[in-house]
């Protein structure tokens, strides 16, 4: 039975805070509440992540490997009660949700390993009477702000890294998704972590925030979400010149070539711009296709799109559950209107589902241009617009024509072409012939103003550590 609760210093706490309703956005109905923490209870998780750092870190990095690894095994554990809970909160159909457990989940189990091949140097002398090393230590205090589009995965993408590293953690779930959240602290705490090391802290984005960018104990701020609260993020941290990764927004380009296999290219552009209803950073959101194949690629891609079933995601078949919220659904037909007056034409979808619920059809968009909102905006949601190329050159200009850089694809089966076409794209990951390419193992992370950074893989771990240089004389 789930509390609910706040957890700091070892403490369920929070039960007499004002409560939030947490709803279910499929149905509009509140699944359940999580307390209004603010200013003082962030304060009080930071003091317990602050007073609890030297102890954690003092830990060998085969003890907390051990941790790491047990709170693996109870989240595989757990895997269908946590699924419904992201489910119930978020809206993912349940298949997708237990997919991201797992994802989630193999954070954990890398980093138990990845902490204990965290090496130091030891540099040639120039002189004979001293030797020069670099030691690699915790940065501190971890403060991580983490997102509703994947509850589980982004935070166990912060949390592997920094609790391997030896840092402590405090967590600020996003309002609309803190359940899976506090599931997770809740098997951190059965797999054992000493108290303070971990901490959550549900309410006030603005009060816990403030207190994480500005409280001199929190040495690093690690926040997955949009451009515009980054760089806010940015401005609040440099009283203290915090330490700061940041994984912002995108605005994916898919470029498929003449030369593309048009079945790998239909299932990845399905892959990349339907998964998670669209509300991903990485999806694809501008879809350009060679004039040779362009009509050939609109059939075939609009025929799948119309197959893929919306509904709520405890449906047994639901390939697309509800946005998130009213906004979010409000934001897509904005653009898909936009679209359309503009002359852009939908062949598929293009319309609201239902009275409850915010559900929005899978849509195709074809013949858009750069001039549109939908082309320039990041639209999270299920909408994918196609513009005509001619040239390699035009394509990697439009491309690139965007103050985002998180992820890109590339549909070609020419090595060459592919090649050339990748190392000018100014984006963080590639995906060619591949519209899925995240992996715990690999780096994820924006170019330019999708932000500062990289999680996963042994890059992620170098981010919760601090180099020392050391020059000792003999
Ligand atoms: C995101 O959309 O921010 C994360 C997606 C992923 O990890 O693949």
Not at 106 to 124: Q, V
Not at 393 to 410: K, R
Not at 453 to 470: A, C, K, P, S, W
Request: charged share 25%.
């Amino acid at each position: 039975m789930m509390n609910n609760l706040n957890y700091i210093n070892g403490e369920w706490t929070g039960k007499n805070l004002q409560q939030s309703p947490v709803y279910n956005p499929s149905t509009g109905e509140v699944v359940s509440e999580v307390p209004k923490g603010g200013k003082q209870e962030a304060v009080q998780a930071v003091a317990a992540a602050s007073d609890a750092f030297e102890g954690w870190a003092d830990q060998t990095a085969y003890d907390r490997s051990k941790l790491l690894r047990k709170f693996f095994d109870l989240m595989i554990e757990h895997e269908d009660e946590l699924a419904e809970i992201m489910t119930k909160e978020m809206g993912k159909p349940f298949k997708e949700a237990k997919g991201e457990v797992h994802y989630a989940a193999n954070y954990l189990e890398w980093y138990a390993e990845e902490g204990k091949r965290i090496y130091g140097e030891t540099i040639p002398t120039h002189v004979p009477n001293k030797r020069l090393q670099v030691w690699k230590k915790p940065i501190g205090v971890v403060a991580a702000i983490t997102p509703w589009n994947f509850p589980a995965a982004m935070l166990t993408r912060k949390m592997g890294p920094a609790l391997a590293a030896g840092c402590t953690v405090v967590i600020k779930p996003s309002s609309e998704t803190p359940l899976t959240a506090i599931k997770l602290v809740e098997l951190a705490e059965k797999a054992g972590f000493p108290k303070g090391v971990i901490n959550i802290v549900t309410g006030s984005s603005r009060e816990i925030g403030e207190v994480f960018l500005t409280d001199e104990r929190v040495r690093k701020v690690t926040f997955t979400g949009s451009t515009e609260v980054g760089k806010k993020l940015m401005e609040q941290g440099a009283s203290t010149v915090k330490k700061l990764s940041l994984e912002l927004g995108g605005h994916a380009p898919i470029i498929i070539y003449n030369d593309a296999d048009i079945e790998k290219a239909v299932n990845g552009t399905i892959a990349s711009k339907f998964r998670n209803a669209g509300q991903t950073c990485v999806c694809g959101n501008r879809i350009y296709v060679q004039s040779d194949i362009y009509d050939e690629f609109v059939d075939a891609f609009a025929d799948r799109t119309k197959q893929l079933q919306v509904g709520d995601g405890m449906k047994e078949g639901t390939d697309i559950g509800p946005l998130i919220n009213e906004a979010g659904v409000e934001k897509v037909d904005e653009h898909v209107k936009n679209a359309v007056s503009n002359g852009g034409v939908v062949v598929a979808g293009g319309h609201r589902i239902g009275e409850k619920g915010n559900f929005y059809s899978p849509t195709v968009v074809k013949d858009v241009n750069p001039s549109m909102l939908i082309m320039n905006e990041e639209t999270f949601g299920p909408v994918a617009p196609i513009q005509k190329f001619e040239t390699e050159e035009e394509v990697i200009q439009l491309a690139n024509d965007t103050p985002y850089g998180l992820a890109a694809y590339v549909f070609t089966e020419s090595v060459s072409r592919g090649t050339k076409t990748i190392e000018k794209l100014d984006f963080g990951i590639v995906g060619w012939n591949d519209g899925a390419p995240s992996a715990v193992q690999a780096p994820f992370g924006g170019m330019k103003e999708s932000g500062l950074g990289r999680e996963g893989g042994h890059q992620g771990i170098d981010d919760f550590l601090e180099m020392q240089y050391v020059s000792i004389g003999i």
